[in-house]
């Protein structure tokens, strides 16, 4: 046990420095960037395409700081909108799909995931998603009742202050990170030489299969639904090096988790907005497994087409 937990700990270290290599600087970044014109910039020069979403130009607003910083950002900037419950829905379901881009794709590199993929997929996932809902549902014009949501960014004057303040959050971000992951790690470690993980792993078998995955690739997929990409990253990184995930498999897993993660948080999280939650849940599950399998069969077919075109060479 103790040599369980002892390299639990450095696993853990070892993956909190590894993110925390990606998150520090973007977190620092972004958190300087709120109080210059560039998010600003970037917010004018998206509200003219809102119209085709079926939303009003401000609400780039929170579209760009969900994107740029994260979903409590971007339900901080629908707190300053007054919105139908439709155009709310349509901003939730584009940020489920794609929030936090600059830390969760950096995250997805390390993994070994192509940037192209994940930018595909989580862009492509909310542009259609918000054309569809807009033409398909034509109720929601009720105006939107928000519940009390605390998300407010500190006023700060000069440079010194605005530059603390980003130290600080980055310097947050990373001790969080080390308390989920450490302990986590640890655990998984235990799990690994008890055997319970392979228990696990043969329990998942079916749905994994289902997906076009091998089972070794099973707590890729429980940590991401479970505690998200971000924070989830270290039992990625440790299923890849030490279970011998394939770049396929992977790759699969992580275009279902960048449509389905977090589940719970990233659905709770909009109760408050007044829109139905349980849609939400139930569309962002289904594209994910629609997505994963329509993926894998088609690389599936790829594969088998290069290995005939192969064999017919030689």
């Not at 998603?129 to 000069?158: K, R």
């Not at 605005?162 to 959050?169: A, E, N, R, S």
């Not at 429980?222 to 270290?234: K, S």
Request: with cysteine; proline share 4%.
């Amino acid at each position: 046990m103790k040599d369980s937990v002892r390299k639990g700990l450095v696993a853990g270290l070892n993956t909190t420095w590894t993110l925390g290599k990606v998150i520090f600087p973007i977190t620092l970044i972004i958190s300087v960037l709120q109080y210059t014109p560039v998010l600003d910039w970037v917010i004018n020069m998206v509200a003219p395409l809102m119209g085709l979403l079926g939303l009003p130009g401000d609400a780039a607003i929170p579209l760009v700081l969900g994107n740029f910083l994260n979903l409590y950002a971007g339900i901080a900037g629908i707190l300053t909108l007054e919105l139908s419950v439709k155009e709310v829905f349509i901003i939730a379901i584009m940020l489920s799909f794609s929030h936090n881009m600059l830390i969760e794709s950096g995250v997805a590199l390390k993994v070994g995931v192509k940037l192209w993929i994940i930018l595909l997929v989580r862009i492509g996932l909310a542009i259609i998603s918000a054309i569809i809902i807009n033409l398909v549902w034509n109720g929601g014009s009720e105006t939107a009742q928000y519940g009390f949501i605390s998300s407010a960014t500190p006023e700060l004057e000069g440079l010194g202050a605005i530059l603390l303040y980003g130290l600080q959050k980055a310097a947050f971000g990373i001790v969080q990170l080390a308390i989920i992951v450490v302990p986590l790690m640890v655990v998984i470690q235990i799990m690994k030489d008890l055997k319970w993980l392979d228990a696990f792993s043969r329990w998942l078998a079916p749905f994994t299969r289902f997906l076009g995955m091998k089972p070794n690739a099973s707590m890729t997929l429980v940590a991401g639904l479970t505690i998200g990409l971000a924070y989830g990253a270290g039992v990625m990184i440790q299923a890849v090096k030490e279970d011998n995930v394939s770049k396929r498999d992977i790759t699969l897993a992580f275009i279902f988790l960048v449509s389905c993660h977090a589940v719970v948080e990233d659905t709770l999280i909009f109760v408050p907005l007044g829109i139905p939650v349980l849609p939400l849940l139930l569309i962002r599950l289904s594209v994910a497994l629609l997505l994963t399998i329509i993926v894998g069969l088609l690389w599936k077919r790829a594969s088998l087409s290069q290995r005939k075109e192969a064999s017919y060479g030689q």
